[in-house]
């Protein structure tokens, strides 16, 4: 069985990646994008889905995770990879991070955990992800300290 949920979380990856590149592009300004990036150091790994990143006025760094199913773990680990990305790479701590969660299906209250948690969320309609975020949102940026509620 967890071979059937590899190959279509791989699936849905390769799915999303052309969409994700035309999102970061286009709405966020990402200059660099690149699929499947991996970092090791030390005893730490770090794979990231979809990384954008920009130099110049927009200064950013875009981290994307692709799930087919979103669920609450999948938040969580979209926000353990922001961190750990932050502390694998200190030569980003001038820009501003932010994280999208692309899925093809989830519940809505899965959905709105991930957008309270500062996260853009993107769906699939047709084939093409696109964000789903309400037009209210404020991203958070993960470059600086959370703030209390």
Known sequence: MGDIGNKFGSFTEGMAFPSMERV???QFGMTTVTTNYKTHYGSDTLKIDVLGIANGTVNA??????KSHLKQRDIEQTLNAIETFKRLHPEYAGKK???VI??????????????????FVASTDDEIFELQTPAWFVPRDFSQPATPV
């Open 61 to 66: 760094v875009v981290i994307v995770e692709v």
């Open 24 to 26: 970061l592009r286009k």
């Open 97 to 99: 991070i932010f994280g």
């Open 102 to 119: 692309a899925c093809v299906s989830g519940a809505m209250e899965q959905k709105q955990k991930a957008i309270e948690a500062g996260l």
